[in-house]
């Protein structure tokens, strides 16, 4: 039987968002979505029903007649121009359409002492939603690129409701690497994000964010990672190959990722 509670991430599937993406998440096999509910580049779509009012409750029928929830709300920016009243939108929607959590992301900001009072704005403000908001660190930044660095500014910032996402191709390619789980306690994962590739790193780290292997067609050691994290936590699918777009249809995509994971995991 399976134990395991998947995630349809949106960087996976930007192609579909609102309501089309919960009914393709539940004809494909996860339990949750997420959403784009504060766009961090201009690359990256902002899920429709955050400014929509129509299609938030085409998506919140969604949710109730599929059984799929909505999980995570990515991914709010800590640049050194952002603003955090800016992010009550999309905290409002996701909460209103029940989310438990957000992403935070510090890409790029030199003042970590900015970054730090602007994640605390951000804490205070998805507490008043019951939101806990995990902090995602990137291998190809400048600020923030590790687990154990993310772990140390956690610390700093001293708010009860937030942890660390915990995407394993960052991981693996940091310097930390699997060594830097063993100095940060388990409990600080609030989020994990499941993709794949080889051991040996290519040479352009920031194609292969947007080009990831399916679970189980590389060489991480996922299976032991996910036994580190804490028991329960929902797998986050972010196989995202954003050359496959406009090529194969988003709902084969999602469906592969699922396959590919319940092949390990189930």
Not at 177 to 206: R, Y
Request: proline share 8%.
């Amino acid at each position: 039987m399976n134990t395991h509670r998947y995630v349809l991430e949106p960087l996976a599937v930007p192609d579909l968002g609102g309501a089309n993406l919960v009914r393709v998440a539940a004809r494909t096999g996860y339990d949750f979505v997420s959403i784009f509910a504060h766009a961090p580049s201009t690359d990256l779509p902002l899920d429709p029903s955050v400014r929509d009012p129509e299609a938030r409750e085409a998506m919140r029928a969604a949710l109730a007649a599929t059984g799929v929830g909505l999980l995570n709300l990515e991914c709010f920016n800590l640049l050194p121009s952002a603003d955090p009243d800016g992010f009550a939108p999309g905290l409002e929607c996701g909460a209103a359409l029940g989310a438990r959590t957000a992403t935070a992301i510090v890409w790029e900001n030199p003042d970590i002492g900015d970054a730090c009072a602007k994640f605390q704005r951000l804490c205070d403000m998805a507490a008043e939603h019951d939101i806990r908001v995990n902090v995602e660190f990137f291998a190809t930044a400048r600020s923030l690129p590790s687990i154990v660095e993310v772990a140390d500014f956690l610390r700093r910032a001293g708010r009860r409701n937030s942890g660390i996402v915990l995407d394993v191709l960052h991981l693996m390619r940091t310097s930390g690497g699997l060594e830097g789980l063993a100095k940060v306690d388990p409990e600080l994962i609030g989020s994990l994000q499941l993709s794949d590739g080889m051991l040996v790193p290519p040479e352009d780290l920031g194609a292969e964010m947007l080009s990831r292997m399916l679970p189980g067609a590389g060489e991480f050691p996922l299976r032991e990672i996910v036994a580190w994290c804490p028991a329960g936590l929902p797998l986050g699918l972010e196989a995202a190959d954003l050359g496959l777009i406009g090529k194969v249809p988003p709902e084969e995509r999602a469906r592969a990722m699922r396959q590919a994971a319940g092949r390990i995991f189930d």
